[in-house]
Every structure is written in C-alpha cells, then in structure tokens.
C-alpha cells in the first residue's frame, strides 16, 4: 500500500465513449466482486435451487406420464426435464428475486449519493447488474444443470444456432428482468415503501416468467397474449423454450427478437421513471 | 399476567406499525394470499394437460393441496417470520431479544405479526372446503376428526419445520436461502401426491422427515384410497403423531442452538 493511485476514471455522460465504456465495464467489474464474497450464500443457494428442481422436475414428468401421446404442450419428457433444471440454474443469472437495493436506498435517502454520481442511476445500476449476473452464471448455472444431468436425461441441443440463441437470450432475459426490478423498485419514490410492489412481482414473476409450469399450458390465447403484451415470458419462459428446443429455428429467432424489444422498452421507461422522479424527489433522512 | 400484558404491548406495537402503511400493507395481504391462489392455479393448469397425476384425479389432488396449503398458510401466519432469525444474528438484534426477561421464541415470532398472512389463511381453508366438498367422501366420526385435525398437525409439523431450518442461523450464520429448501419446499413437496417422486427422494422426503404425514397419508384415508405404496389405512391417522414428534425435535434443536449463539456484536 505505499504506492497511491490518485487517478479518476474519465466519467462524464457527454464524453467520448471510450470513457463511457470503461466506466461501464469497471462497474460492472465491481458488480461481479460483490457477488463474489458471498461464497457460503451460493452453496445454499444452489443446494435450493437443486431441491426445488427435483420436486418441479418430478411434477411435470408426472403429467408427461399421464397426458394425451405423453408430450403436454408440446413438451416430451427430456424438454420438460431441460426446461426445469436450466430453469433453476438461470433463476440466479437473471435475478428474478430479492433485489431492493435501490427501494432501499431510496426510502433511507442514500438515493442522494448516486443522483450526484455523473452515471445516470438506471445504466450504473443495470452495469453492476451485468455483473451480479456474470457472477450468477459461473458460479449458479451449472449446480442445479449437472444435478440435472445427473438424475434425469435431458435433452442434448440438435440444432448448431441453439447455443449461441441461447446465449444473447439469456442475456437479453438478464436485461428485461433488471428493468422491471428497476421499475418495481422505483414505485418507492412515490410510495416511500415498496414492499408491497416487490412482494407482488416476486409472486407474478414467478408465475408468468414460466418457473411454476411452462406457459404453453395455459390456453394458447393467454399464453400469446402474456408474450406480445407483457415483458414476463421473455424472463424465463423465452430462453427455456429456446434451449429446449420447442419450437422451430425461424419461431425461436422470432420470440428472441421479441425479447429484444421489450429489453429496450423497459430500459427506456426505466429511464423516464428515473427522469419524472428525479424532478419531485424529495430527499429523506437528515 | 404481566407476562402476557408484555406480549400484548409488543403485538399492540406491531398492528399500530402496519397500519400506518395502510396502502403497503393491503397489497403485502394480496400478494400473499395470490401466493396460495397460484399454488392451486398451477394444481388446475397441470391437469389441462392430464387426467390423473401420480394416479390421483384433480379432485383428489385438489384435497391434497388444500390440506397442505391450509396446514403451511396456519404455520407461516404464526411461525413463519422466525425464518428471519439470520437477519438476527447476523445483525446482533438476537442480543437485545435474550436480555429481555420473556422467553426468546415468543418475542420473535411478536417483533413482526404478520397481519398480512391472515387473508391467505382464509383462502386455503376455502380451498380445503371446496375439495372436501367435490370429493365423495364417506363419513365417519373417525374422518370427521380428521379432517379438522390434519390443518392443525399440519400446521404444528411445517412450524417444526420453520424452527429447525431458522436454528441453523445459529451454526451457520451465512445458511442464506437453504431452509427454504425445507420449509416452501415441503410445502410445494405436500401439494402433490407423493406417488410422483422416485424411490430415494421419497423415502428422504415422505418417510424419513415426514412430508407424506402432513397431506397425503391423511387425504387417502378421508377417500378411503388403499395406498398405491403399501403404508396401511390408519398410517393417515398417525398425523398428529408426527406433528408432536416433529415439534419436540424442533424444541430441542432451538434449545440447543440458542445456548450455542455467540454474538456477533463488537
């Protein structure tokens, strides 16, 4: 510690975008750092994640058994089986629950210290996001996935673009579920206490993302219309149905670039949430 | 007496508490109760699918989630806040519980009433209602007994449950998320009949810590169904049993746990 370094990374909104990029990638840099001490919470976490696999994993093999040519909705047994087991390695990659880390700050008023920041709230918390999720998916994907592999057969990718769709789904999964965190999160700028929208997005996410049971076996009307009109199905339900390879190459492509564009919807009204409450925040805490 | 008006304060403190977010606190009691709603929904979505799970129909499943539920929404109204006990020693709030001159476990479950639980409460037992009521059920005093005994033991069973996943906050402060594992995992494990799991997991589950004792054991013999696993008609009588069996180890892990907390204050 006898050497100092006293030098700022270049942070400005207007400067040239090398700065902005190395600003973003130091964030999220410190993103996956903080998520890197807590080793003793990811075993259990995963150790969850495993026991909760089995018992959804066994459920819907279950109803594989007794359904009409044994493919419920369209599924087979070993699609069924990918979808839970990569399901439950991804709950942690997107984050589905418990992050009130910005209702937090705003009901304590520590909200102050990261408006005089010169990163916007909604990209500096959506880069250390990114990198809560890089942290996720090495550390948490691949638990409940060979658990998985373990105890049922699962089905093996045919198709060479399943990969890599999976991939940018995933990520693009990662985005939309920041951006309704954010949102959610956000509500405590007008409530003060956000407990109640979080409670009611822990429940709904869970359900219409696809965890509980692949949305296909809903009528097919709802499901459809869950898909175009909500950001819920491209959380899970998107990626699942893509690794698993439910549908062809060309529908699959289609239901990603649906994902796409909620991604950048929700981003943009987090944005515009961020800007109306900025201009009536009143500052608590003394 | 005075004992009881101290119990009293601090529930009276905690009611004053949630009413002043009035708006926070009726969506936190909804949101809850969709908790158990989409439990049952997800009951109905999967028999679109199917006619039988496990070699049960939707009504006999049906009775087997509303006994589940109806058991879980009780212990998670009165006990479930325990599981926030981590948050307790890891913060060093436990120090300022233990030297209070009330027993630990009581002023625990007070410091955060969950007033908010009480609708869903309400609904599982709807649920528990509607499915005694589609199924055809031949009644005897013996099921009479039962049929209101099994909530209960239910309930006492997932408070064990609930006490012992907490305790381990005493060993392992950072244990995070692994008593969920047990306690809404058993409760997802109880909502289905238990033919659906292969050998080992349900001989781990069912049999060794319980879960067939809390909603299956007890809904076969409400239907006088013979067990498609071999456990005699009466096994669904032993419910209580294992509620009582379950909540002495519960006591003695707490007690033993609370001896071996060190604070973690500076």
């Known amino acids: 510690m006898d050497r100092i ?13 090398r700065g902005s990029a190395t600003t973003f990638g130091a964030l999220i840099g410190s993103g996956f750092r903080r998520y890197s001490t807590y080793r003793q919470a990811t075993i259990a976490g995963t150790f969850t994640n495993i026991v909760f696999g089995f018992l959804r994993c066994y459920v819907l093999l279950a109803v594989v058994e007794g359904a009409a040519g044994q493919q419920p909705a369209g599924y087979d047994a070993e699609q069924l ?7 439950q390695g991804l709950l942690s990659v997107i984050g589905l629950w418990g992050w009130t880390e910005l209702a937090d700050r705003i009901r304590t008023g520590d909200i102050a210290a990261d408006l005089l920041r010169p990163v916007s709230p909604v990209v500096g918390y959506l880069a250390a996001d990114l990198g809560r999720a890089l942290h996720g998916a090495l ?9 998985g592999a373990v105890f049922f057969p699962l089905r093996t990718p045919t198709r060479w673009q399943t990969i890599p769709l999976f991939v940018l789904s995933v990520t693009l999964a990662v985005v939309v579920c920041f951006g309704c965190r954010y949102l959610v ?7 003060h206490d956000a407990r109640g929208p979080i409670m009611v997005w822990t429940l709904g996410a869970g359900v219409l993302g696809g ?27 998107t990626p699942l149905d893509v690794i698993a390879e439910r549908d062809g190459p060309l529908l699959q492509a289609g239901l990603v670039g649906l994902q796409a564009v909620w991604a950048v919807a929700v981003l943009l009204l987090a944005g515009v949430v961020q800007r109306r409450a900025e201009r009536r925040l009143v500052v608590q805490g003394g | 007496m005075g004992e009881l008006r101290a119990y009293g304060a601090l529930a009276g403190a905690q009611i004053r508490s949630a009413m002043s977010y009035r708006a926070s606190f009726l969506t936190e009691m909804v949101a809850n109760t969709g908790a158990t709603v989409f439990d049952v929904f997800t009951v109905l979505v999967l028999f679109r699918a199917t006619p039988a799970i496990g070699g049960f129909s939707l009504e006999e499943a049906l009775l087997i989630v509303g006994l589940s539920s109806a058991g879980f929404a009780l212990a998670d109204m009165t006990v479930g806040n325990v599981d926030r006990l981590k948050l307790y020693v890891r913060a060093g709030t436990l120090d300022a519980v233990l030297v209070r001159p009330l027993p630990a476990l009581p002023q625990l479950l007070l410091m955060d009433i969950p007033l908010r639980k009480t609708l869903r409460v309400v609904f599982a037992f709807v649920v528990l209602c509607g499915a005694v009521a589609v199924n055809d059920i031949d009644w005897t005093p013996g099921r009479l007994v039962l049929v209101v005994l099994t909530p209960l033991a239910g309930c006492v069973f997932f408070a064990s449950i609930f006490v012992i996943s907490a305790s381990l906050a005493f060993w392992w402060v950072d244990s995070g998320e692994i008593g969920a ?9 109880t909502s289905y009949p238990i033919t659906v799991y292969s050998s ?17 054991q007890p809904a076969l013999a409400l239907l006088g169904r013979t067990d498609p696993l071999g456990l005699p008609g009466w096994a669904g009588f ?3 049993l294992a509620a009582l069996a379950s909540a002495s180890v519960a006591a003695m892990v707490w007690r033993i746990g609370i001896r071996h907390y060190r604070s973690t204050g500076s």
């Not at chain 1, 089986?81 to 399901?87: D, F, K, L």
């Not at chain 1, 965890?211 to 175009?228: G, K, N, Q």
């Open chain 1, 5 to 17: 370094d006293a030098r700022v990374l270049t942070i400005s909104r207007n400067g040239p975008f």
């Open chain 2, 238 to 240: 032993l419910s209580p």
């Open chain 1, 139 to 147: 550390t948490r994907f691949g638990g409940p996935l060979l658990a």
């Open chain 1, 81 to 87: 089986a990918t979808y839970v087991w990569v399901g």
């Open chain 1, 185 to 191: 999160n956000a509500t405590a700028y007008w409530l």
């Open chain 2, 200 to 216: 080992w997991f349900r001989a781990l589950f069912a049999y060794a810590i319980g879960f067939a004792f809390v909603a299956y």
């Open chain 2, 181 to 189: 594992a047990f306690t809404y995992g058993g409760r997802d494990y």
């Open chain 1, 211 to 237: 965890l509980y049971f692949p949305l296909r076996l809903l009528p097919e009307e709802l499901a459809l219309a869950l898909w175009v009109a909500t950001p819920m199905p491209s959380l899970l339900q």
